[in-house]
């Protein structure tokens, strides 16, 4: 990174795309593309995947639970279901329905919500460390912030995310039969579930805009542009998410024979799939953004075509992990031209014994 990069909203960058010239915007889609594969976008999704799958059935089977605990448990995993339903391929909505059914109709559904809860949010934690890895590769910085700053900012995006998944099951749960309940209760009558009718999407499209926004906003390592709720990026994800997601089940309805292939795993084999053009529109997206700066800054006249201009958060880390390199090739060398090699002074265990020795010695003096 340079050492004194341009602040992140310097007056000389465009301040809206739509400042941007012709051939900036044909330079950075044609970029995007080229650094997608070159920053390993597709395997980077995979992993996310992995991630995703570790976070999903925790997190489904705590917001089950507390539906199980607080209202109607079975009627509730239809409406989510059928939800769901609308959004992803069939055969995802039939893995999820059974073992849904089964914890929504337990005696033990307080116990597998706190259960539910723990493992979500540690699953939700790795992923969200590994979209940090993600975005910090696609903006072309090392992660500078010591795990003691890093790790905690991570969990407080998850607890975040989980508490924004809840509330849009929740939000889910009081509307058909339960809504109407509460709507003759008030002598509202159909009113209530009419406007809910017509307001629900938005409202779940706008908890999809807050997800992706602080993902793209609090992962990586970089001071970013001005914060926008909706960033080119968010609208591109977005708009790509859908279209896979229409254009998987299309397919899978006119041309897949996964059931012959896979019989009973089909479900669990779509859900996978799913999973992964989720976080493949994700990272498109992120990339995206990434190269809109970049053209911000290459028709601002700011050397950005080989790195961004942009400051990062923290170096510590990265600082370490320079001078840990360093020594490590001079050792190297040592190795190889056959000489001794010296005793290290550098590492944890001897600083910290150092650290304690000059403790013990300050005590000592003070007595």
Known sequence: ???????????????????????????????????????????????????????????????????????????????????????????????????????????????????????????????????????????????GRPYWKRKPAQLAVTVFLVILVLIIAIIVAVSGPILRSLGGALGWGNTAV??????????????????????????????????RWLSPGAILAIGLLGAASGGFAYYLANFASYNRTFGTLTGVIIFFVWLFLVNVSLLFGAEFNTELERGRELQAGIRAEAQLQLPTRDTTTSDLAQRTAKVDEQLGALLREGEPLPRRTDTLTHRLGAAVLSLLERIRHRR
């Open 1 to 143: 990174m340079p050492t004194n990069p341009p602040p992140p909203d310097d007056a000389v960058k465009a301040s809206w795309p739509t400042q941007l010239r012709k051939q900036t915007w044909a330079y950075l889609a044609r970029r995007t593309l080229h650094e997608f594969v070159q920053d390993g976008g597709i395997d980077a999704a995979a992993g996310l995947t992995f991630f995703s799958v570790l976070s999903v059935f925790p997190a489904a089977v705590a917001i089950v639970s507390l539906i199980g605990v607080f209202g109607d448990g079975p009627g509730t995993v239809d409406r989510l279901l059928l939800l769901l339903d609308q959004v992803a391929p069939g055969s995802v909505v039939e893995v999820l329905r059974t073992p849904l059914t089964d914890i929504a109709t337990t005696s033990t559904a307080s116990f597998a919500l706190i259960a539910g809860m723990i493992a979500s949010l540690w699953s939700a934690s790795a992923y969200v460390s590994a979209f940090t890895r993600a975005m910090n590769r696609i903006y072309e910085v090392p992660e």
């Open 194 to 227: 009419t406007v809910w009718d017509i307001t629900k999407w938005p409202v779940l499209v706008a908890a999809v805009i807050t997800i992706v926004t602080v993902l793209y906003a609090t992962t990586p390592n970089i001071h970013q542009p001005r914060f």
